[in-house]
């Protein structure tokens, strides 16, 4: 190998040591579609990256019979097929797994479950958890892992990976920040990436005329980043509260930064969780990796 790709590789061990020490199981829900896989990648290659244990999921679940036939019975012959279907389903995705994770140490789980609900009782196991941002097409709360239900309750950090499967670098870092518990909950568990990155930008975007919270707004959580070895710098922006994603996002561009960081805000509706405002436009901007946390 070329010792100029190996002194690269060598430092970027040594550069996230940090991470590498916090982060020791990566946990990640696996299905057996193809539109899955750039999860799964993001995953084996951050378990390789942090030398993690990754700990595959796989879960899915018949959806609740609405329907009964004249005498009264549910319609039996629909549910050993769907059962049969979902049998096959969490073999291709242990298949899928085993394919992609040689040489790495893993753990696997699959049970008949709903996704984001087995993999939230799981993550007391789990240091971190990759999902996909955003509504899988095609998925189901049955079949898919709905993000915003893993960040808001699984208590484990949640990196969301880019729908491409790219390759998490966490050199240059964007740090959102509000004074809010989410935020600084957000700020705490990414802290072993901001101890890993060469630049962190902390980013407070405030409406015209909004003055900064008690607790002193990014310039203090900047200061306050510098005690545990991150080099940090403020950045107060102001614009329209739906406008956040934005200026995120072009905070991102000018510094390279391939890992955003954020609270995330949301509630129940009829048993749905689900993001509003920035939290789902952050969502929906899935061309870099988001950490969020509740």
Not at 127 to 132: G, H, M, P
Request: with cysteine.
């Amino acid at each position: 190998m070329n010792a100029t790709v190996v002194d690269r590789a060598d430092s970027g061990i040594a550069r996230l040591a940090p991470a590498r020490a916090a982060f020791r199981t990566v946990m990640v829900h696996v299905g057996p579609e193809v539109r899955d896989l750039p999860r799964l990648d993001s995953a084996v290659d951050l378990a390789r990256l942090l030398d993690a244990t990754l700990h595959g999921v796989a879960a899915e679940m018949a959806p609740p019979v609405s329907f009964v036939d004249p005498v009264g019975g549910t319609d039996s012959f629909w549910l050993v097929e769907c059962k049969a279907r979902i049998q096959a389903d969490l073999r291709q995705a242990e298949a899928l797994f085993r394919a992609r994770t040689a040489a790495l140490r893993t753990q696997w789980t699959a049970l008949e479950a709903a996704p984001a609900t087995l993999v939230a009782d799981l993550s007391c196991t789990a240091d971190l958890i990759v999902a996909s941002a955003g509504a899988q097409s095609g998925a189901s709360r049955y079949s898919g892992c709905d993000p915003a239900s893993l960040v808001l309750l699984s208590g484990r950090p949640v990196l969301l990976a880019p729908s491409n499967g790219r390759k998490l670098s966490a050199e240059a870092v964007i740090v959102a920040w509000k004074d809010t518990r989410e935020a600084r909950r957000a700020l705490a568990d990414a802290l072993p990436f901001l101890r890993s990155a060469r630049e962190v930008v902390v980013v407070e975007v405030a409406e015209h005329g909004q003055p900064g919270g008690l607790g002193g707004g990014a310039q203090a959580v900047a200061s306050g980043l510098a005690r545990h070895g991150v080099s940090a710098r403020a950045k107060r922006v102001a614009g329209a509260t739906e406008d956040v994603a934005g200026q995120l996002e072009a905070a991102a561009q000018a510094v390279g930064a391939d890992l955003i960081v954020a609270g995330g805000y949301g509630r129940s509706r009829v048993g749905e969780w689900m993001f509003g405002g920035a939290s789902r436009d952050l969502l929906q901007t899935n061309d870099r990796f988001l950490l969020m946390s509740h």
